[in-house]
């Protein structure tokens, strides 16, 4: 630390090194036109050298100390919570009254901007669960009637209900306070659930629903478990136009959900989990958002699951959450 900060040190008391220089060379100037001896001039300009270097070695490792001081006070997340170095100069009292004028201002701006993205969140929050109600009545109204038309707006109002459901999931995610509740439940419950809500939907596209009962209890949150089946099953209708949907458990504890759609192209495949990717499929189906699987990959890492992907081109894709999760705890 000394070797790094002694070529900024000396820059710094250049003047002062200067002045001493020039001073010993009035002396050494006045002792010769007075003919003194030499020694008398460096003897005690020796000294004078000897306690110099003692002072400043003295004054570098306080400088080091302050300097390590400022380092750590910057590192901090909050600078005004770290104490400040001690006022040696009436500069360093300067410096350090406008460190706290720019963190009390930092503080203001962020208690504004969190309390800008508050309103937002119960907004968007409100907005979300208002919208509920002319789509729960709307879907009430269609139920009365059975007709291509009536089938055809069904199918359109449960998109739409899902995309309520995926802004509710994001604004979630992102808010310090999560309803989380783990506990054991039964896998086959959870999927039915979510298979339920996709019956229509299998029928209409005349797709065949391969799934026999798990028979397995898992560690996780009902909720947010259901809400990622049920994208990876819309993602598997979405781009699936013929064929089956497969749902089953791999050893030792991996739920798959296989298709036979479209596939993924294998330059796609590594980032089909990244926020607004959506590939050369999502670009071909212009109502991709690439939210989707990004949710899920979210939930998943909260959970405690893990989730990966492989495909085929034309031959499908295949969908893996892991729920072997022994650290969760049970609740």
Known sequence: MLRKLLPLCLKQRRRGLAAAGLFFLIFLVSFALYRLP????????????????????????RAARKHEQ?????????????????????EDEAYQQILQLLADEQRSLQTAMDRRYAEMIDYYTLWAHQI????????????????????ALSSDLFRIEQYVGMALVYLR???????????????????RQAVKKFAGEFISRKL?????????????????LSFVIEQIL???????PSGSISISLEAPKTLCIRDTGIGI???????IFEKGYTGCNGRRDKRASGIGLYLCKRICRNL????SASSSVGQGSAIRIDLNRAELRHE
């Not at 192209?265 to 980032?271: H, I, K, S, V």
């Open 208 to 224: 065949r629903l391969v799934y026999e009962p798990v028979q397995t209890r898992v560690l996780t949150d009902e909720k947010w």
């Open 132 to 151: 509920k109600t002319p789509i729960a009545s709307m879907g009430l109204r269609l139920q009365n009637e059975d007709s291509a038309l009536s089938r």
């Open 265 to 271: 192209a294998p330059e796609d495949l590594p980032r």
């Open 234 to 240: 819309s993602n598997a209708l979405k781009y699936t």
């Open 304 to 307: 405690g699951h893990g989730i």
């Open 173 to 191: 995610l992102n808010s310090e306070s999560s309803d989380y509740l783990i506990r054991e439940y039964e896998l086959d419950g959870i999927i």
């Open 38 to 61: 030499l020694a008398a001039v460096l003897y005690p300009a020796a000294l004078c050298a000897i306690a110099g270097a003692v002072f400043l070695t003295a004054d570098l490792r």
């Open 70 to 90: 400022l380092q750590a006070v910057r590192s901090a997340v909050d600078v005004a919570s770290r104490p400040l170095p001690q006022v040696e100069s009436p």
